[in-house]
């Protein structure tokens, strides 16, 4: 199994910008899928970016080219970097990772409000 930490949400002005990190408790090259999803009140949760172990990366519409997920093997993290935040962006964050076998591991999610 797989602990996940992330770290990095908060209040933004609209076209600013957060990086959120998740910090895993084994080596990122041991998780086949790490994914960053958001659910905002009354909202399905809605996956954002992804990066496989292999550090192909894929995002949904709403974010490309606004959102980058990137990784630190050295110090096991995988990061979101969030420019150009709309008000719709706020929701709250998870960090997911699937591990071929095993199933799906979550992290605790951290807030992130993008308002004037």
């Known amino acids: 199994q797989v602990q996940l930490v992330e770290s990095g949400g908060g209040l933004v002005q609209p076209g600013g910008s957060l990086r959120l990190s998740c910090a895993a408790s084994?080596?990122?090259?041991?998780?086949?899928?790490v994914n960053w999803y958001r659910q905002a009140p009354g909202k399905e949760r809605e996956l954002v970016a992804q990066?496989?172990?292999?550090?192909?990366?894929d995002y949904p519409d709403s974010v490309k080219g606004r959102f980058t997920i990137s990784r630190d093997t050295a110090k096991n993290t995988v990061y979101l970097q969030m420019n150009s935040l709309k008000p719709e962006d706020t929701a709250v964050y998870y960090c997911?990772?699937?591990?071929?076998?095993?199933?799906?591991?979550w992290g605790q999610g951290t807030q992130v409000t993008v308002s004037s």
């Open positions: 997911n990772g699937y591990i071929l076998g095993q199933g799906d591991y």
């Open positions: 084994r080596s990122i090259f041991s998780i086949n899928l």
């Open positions: 990066i496989t172990r292999g550090g192909n990366t």
